[in-house]
């Protein structure tokens, strides 16, 4: 899932883990601002600081509103600071367009 700090809202990352007992969570696909603070690839924040971007989650299959369920994939990855999901494992007419994998943003993606 894509969240934001709540004390830095441009400071943006994918939950990759959780760790402590669920109370952190680790990130990857760190925003600029994360990594102009120094994190590098990746780094890890209390749950209480964070909040979700929206309800799409890794490993989510998720269809484009604007075209149906026909065209629909797996979220692997955001990117964009949160706002676009990387798809793979595409429907085929999705992917008779050409683009395996693919990315849209998460706004026009609802799950299956």
Not at 13 to 42: F, P, R, W
Not at 43 to 71: A, C, M, W, Y
């Amino acid at each position: 899932m894509a969240v934001r700090f709540k004390d830095t809202p441009t400071a943006v990352g994918t939950v990759y883990a959780l760790e402590e007992d669920g109370m952190v969570a680790h990130l990857i696909n760190l925003s600029q601002k994360l990594q102009d603070m120094g994190c590098g690839e990746e780094t890890h924040e209390p749950l209480e600081n964070l909040e979700p971007i929206s309800d799409i989650k890794v490993g989510q299959r998720v269809f484009f509103k604007n075209d149906g369920s026909d065209f629909s994939g797996e979220v692997f990855e955001f990117v964009d600071d949160g706002m676009v999901a990387g798809l793979k494992d595409l429907s085929p007419k999705l992917a008779a367009l050409g683009a395996d994998p693919t990315h849209e943003p998460v706004d026009n993606l609802a799950q299956l």
